[in-house]
């Protein structure tokens, strides 16, 4: 490659035949930098016995190349150069701290100040060295930065969200309270509500996206330059160490904007003149915004920092059921009604949790292994024996069966948001969002993401799913890229999602219930020497934890294990 320009002295013609020696001296007449070899043979060779020669000390210490000065290309200069699309970096210039390529050298590096090195010249201390180490360390450090965001911009929407939910709630029984007049107000509010969530959610997205984004450059160039170090490529980890230093100034300016971040939360306050005049106003309520700045605990995160009591048992075992219980599947669907899947008698049970009594058993064609709401009246399992998914129904506390949907696999968990259902798979292993037909909208299979895919809950920003191959709880997004992963588990089974967002798991291998943060950074034991961990649901309302056992004695299985977070009365 021709390179015209200047470089740090070496033998000129030693480096037309391949090699890089250090200059040690200089022919005037030639107007080259030679070797210590190739000096003294210029005074003894005839030809140039006679040429004026100068020593180390008194020549150019910079060469100014001709176009007929080539350098040969190193096999391992790869990286193309950001602004010469065609050249690939290979030379670096210490006053400009710059990665350059041989039309770089040429057209911005001429002047004397410069200092421009050629990489295998001055690459060699870069393996394990400190410029590399402090770098990983630097790299690593921001990387956890962008994930804390994250996660607090994540938990912060929950919590905020969470009050608008409230907020409606309120509005609600007020709206009980005043005649049939306010139908029209209590819409408007209700959009109102619609558009600040929705605001929300998309600001939410936005930090997401770009913590992921940044986050991911960050783990690349760290895994990149890592493997450079291992096998010794010297250049190339240079250039990579380069090109992070560059990406470092870019994230830490976006780490400023990000951590910027507001939220507002919102709560419901009745209008007295309202109550007392309708006729006078036009609004039925006002939500009043409070900006949410990062809290590290809120509600249900705090109430984990005390302790669990055992609160007792609910057998759910009932006398048609012919064989021993063995609950699956849980979700709530009020605080005081909970709907389990008995997978061995193939039911699927309503249970009273106040009276602690089965209200009612609905037999079907094969086990249901999970089960979650759709509405407050509609809920929907999965049967992996058939590869079906079943619709059911609930009123008057009476189950029946609605339609049934095939599905392309053997299907074990199941969760609902919004009109989106996330279903888990497993031989092949893989995750399906479908719609209420049935219809697969997005199938995500990476053998590298998932190897049992058990149980899963979705919510608006993150499905989280738990692997019992993988052995651990991995969170995705709705595009099916792993934005997350707790892998400190043994046998992860069932899952339950707090108002928070914080994430409760039975290991069933440990016999523990572990609750980890939403952004699956870390994790902790709420719940120890259990009686196997299948199924679990927490609810907020009652601050009650429901699981159930997936081995153990009869008196293990057929019951659900209650556990409460106030110490009940003796």
């Not at 409230?166 to 619609?194: G, S, T």
């Not at 507002?264 to 036009?282: A, G, M, R, V």
């Not at 809120?298 to 006398?319: A, N, P, Q, R, W």
Request: charged share 25%.
């Amino acid at each position: 490659m021709a390179v015209p320009g200047k470089i740090t002295v070496c033998c000129q013609p030693c480096d037309r035949d391949g090699q890089r020696l250090a200059a040690h001296g200089y022919c005037k007449n030639c107007c080259e930098h030679l070797c210590e070899s190739c000096y003294k043979h210029h005074m003894r060779h005839t030809l140039s016995r006679d040429h004026i020669l100068v020593d180390k000390t008194n020549m150019p210490q910079i060469m100014q190349l001709s176009s007929s000065f080539h350098y040969q290309q190193h096999e391992d200069f790869t990286k193309p150069c950001h602004k010469h699309k065609r050249e690939v970096i290979n030379f670096y210039c210490q006053n400009h701290n710059e990665l350059l390529c041989s039309v770089c050298v040429t057209h911005g590096h001429q002047h004397s100040p410069c200092k421009v090195s050629y990489i295998p010249d001055i690459s060699e201390n870069v393996i394990d060295g400190k410029e590399y180490i402090e770098l990983l360390k630097k790299m690593d450090s921001m990387s956890e930065q962008f994930c804390k965001i994250q996660d607090r911009m994540y938990r912060s929407t929950v919590k905020a969200n969470k009050t608008l939910s409230n907020a409606l709630e309120d509005i609600k029984l007020f709206r009980k309270e005043i005649n049939k007049r306010l139908d029209e107000l209590e819409k408007q509010a209700v959009v109102e509500v619609n558009v600040f969530q929705d605001e929300n959610l998309k600001m939410l997205k936005e930090v997401e996206t770009a913590c992921n984004d940044k986050t991911r450059d960050l783990w690349t160039s760290c895994d990149s330059m890592k493997r450079l170090n291992c096998s010794k490529q010297a250049e190339k980890l240079f250039v990579e160490v380069k090109s992070a230093e560059r990406m470092i100034e870019d994230c830490e300016k976006r780490l400023v904007e990000l951590a910027k971040f507001k939220v507002n939360s919102y709560s419901f306050t009745p209008n007295e003149t309202i109550s007392k005049l309708l006729t006078s106003e036009k609004s039925l309520a006002i939500l009043v915004h409070k900006t949410m700045h990062d809290e590290s605990t809120t509600k249900d995160s705090m109430v984990f920092e005390k302790e669990l009591y055992y609160h007792g048992d609910i057998c759910v075992k009932t006398s048609k059921d012919k064989a021993m219980c063995w609950i699956t599947g849980m979700t709530l669907l009020t605080p005081n009604i909970l709907v389990i899947t008995d997978y061995l008698n193939m039911n699927v049970k309503l249970v009273d949790t106040r009276s602690q009594y089965v209200i009612d058993r609905l037999h079907l064609d094969c086990g249901p292994y999970d089960i979650t709401s759709v509405t407050s009246t509609e809920l929907v399992a999965t049967f992996p024996r058939s590869n079906t998914i079943q619709f059911l129904a609930i009123s008057s506390d009476k189950l029946k069966q609605k339609n049934t949907v095939k599905v392309d696999g053997h299907c074990w968990g199941i969760s609902c948001y919004l009109d989106k259902l996330v279903v888990s798979f497993y031989d092949p292993a893989k995750l399906q969002i479908l719609d209420m037909c049935g219809i697969v909208l997005k199938t995500f299979r990476d053998q590298n993401d998932f190897g049992n895919p058990l149980y899963v809950e979705a919510i608006s920003s993150s499905i989280y799913v738990s692997d019992t191959n993988k052995k651990r709880v991995t969170r995705i997004n709705w595009c099916g890229q792993v934005i997350g992963s707790y892998d400190d588990m043994n046998e992860a089974r069932g899952l339950s999602l707090s108002d928070d967002g914080t994430v409760f798991v039975c290991d069933r291998g440990r016999k523990v219930i572990e609750k980890i943060s939403g952004g699956c950074f870390q994790g902790k034991v709420v719940l120890q020497d259990l009686k196997y961990p299948q199924a679990v649901c927490w609810c907020s309302e009652t601050s009650k934890i429901y699981y159930s056992s997936g081995d153990g004695n009869d008196r293990d299985k057929n019951a659900l294990h209650v556990y409460q977070l106030f110490k009940p009365l003796q």
